[in-house]
């Protein structure tokens, strides 16, 4: 039986120096990446995994005496900070981007603080300007990949159709590019050329999620009254981005707490959740992701999966063979599980359900896969 493994989401962190990248990088999977004062302390790619917080694993768990409880995950990667240049090489940037080309969103830490104490690579804080200069060389990254691809797809188009729709694709591509443009906001005419561009990886095809890192006084409203948020709320917005405001020096302190502590530490701050869960929405929501659990009694365990994911599918997250040999899902929602207090109580009350292959997996979804091969 061969296990596939379940999905790990990856997210790619980028920024200028001294934006408090690094920091939140730190906080978010506590790697303990070098962080300090000045530009390019970061200098080899940080990776850091991090699991999902999800309250409803732990009570399935208790509720099936699992011996062992497995959240989702998600990966993050941390690039050394980008400036002008970065990508002919300047600030030793270029060799960092390519890290990020398989990463399925990127996390844009942006400095929405004044601090006469923490140097701004241009002098002065204006998140919108620190985005356009990662934007330019994330785009002129890209006209590098697409001008390689190019020189080699112009060898075969002359003989070949196919060959020869990709180059037209490509030229158009490179030529928005060059007008300072992102390839996410690039017209397609139909499916196929879409499917094509998005298998291109290129680094502004990719879904963003903006980190407003500001000062712990502008976390309690999430800083409504704070002008660079707003500005970059609103640029966020018009690109179809999330945004989520952060405090990159207060996460790191959250990080060292345990959860009780934790809670207590951010009910005093007047907040509800940390920025790790923040960020983990804003990503869910970006790209369109759900949770269905599993539970028994030796494990209980999340999967993440996409929204609109049909029953095999979702199975085939756990084994191949699942989707090979898909039979029906035995389904019950989490939320009625938890109150019936067993699996045969909620089946007495008509709450457990089976699906077949064209059923659409919820969020929550309690499944029992049957299979045979």
């Known amino acids: 039986m061969a296990q596939k493994g379940y999905f790990s989401m990856k997210l790619g962190i980028v920024g200028l120096p001294n934006v408090g990248k690094s920091t939140l990088f730190n906080s978010l999977t506590k790697a303990g990446a070098e962080s300090a004062n000045y530009p390019f302390c970061t200098i080899d790619p940080n990776i850091g995994v991090v699991t999902v917080p999800d309250s409803r694993l732990q009570q399935l768990a208790s509720l099936y005496n699992s011996k062992k409880i497995l959240p989702a995950v998600i990966e993050f990667v941390d690039i050394a900070g980008l400036v002008k240049g970065a990508s002919k090489g300047e600030g030793l940037g270029n060799q960092f981007l390519s890290n990020i080309r398989e990463v399925d969103a990127i996390v844009h830490v942006v400095r929405c603080f004044d601090d006469i104490n923490v140097i701004h690579v241009d002098g002065n804080v204006n998140p919108l300007r620190d985005i356009e200069t990662i934007n330019l060389e994330l785009v002129f990254s890209d006209i590098e990949i697409i001008d390689r691809r190019i020189a080699k797809t112009a060898k075969g188009a002359k003989n070949d159709k196919v060959l020869a729709k990709e180059l037209a694709i490509l030229e158009r ?19 196929e050329e879409s499917d094509f561009i998005a298998s291109l990886t ?11 890192n500001v000062l712990e006084d502008d976390l309690a409203d999430d800083a409504v009254s704070n002008e660079h948020v707003v500005s970059v709320r609103q640029f966020a917005s018009e690109q179809g981005s999330e945004v989520f405001v952060i405090c990159a020096q207060i996460e790191q302190e959250i ?3 345990d959860d009780d502590e934790r809670k207590m530490f951010l009910e005093d701050l007047g907040l509800s959740e940390s920025g790790l869960e923040k960020l983990i929405k804003a990503s869910y929501s970006l790209l369109g992701l759900i949770s269905y659990l599993t539970a028994g009694e030796q494990e209980t365990r999340a999967w ?23 039979i029906r899902a035995e389904i019950v929602n989490y939320k ?38």
Do not use: M, Q, W
């Open 304 to 326: 993440t999966i996409a929204n609109g994911t049909k029953a095999p599918a979702a199975a085939g997250k756990i084994h191949t063979d699942f989707e090979r040999g898909f």
């Open 202 to 212: 290129l680094l502004t095809h990719k879904p963003v999620i903006f980190a407003a």
């Open 336 to 373: 009625d599980l938890i109150e019936c207090g067993s699996l045969s109580a909620a089946k007495d009350k008509g709450l457990v359900r089976l699906e077949g292959k064209e059923y659409i997996v919820k969020d929550g979804d309690v499944i029992l896969f049957r299979f045979n091969v």
């Open 173 to 191: 591509l490179k030529a928005y590019l060059e007008e300072g443009n992102l390839a996410k906001n690039f017209e397609t005419n139909d499916d």
């Open 255 to 257: 990080a060292e707490l």
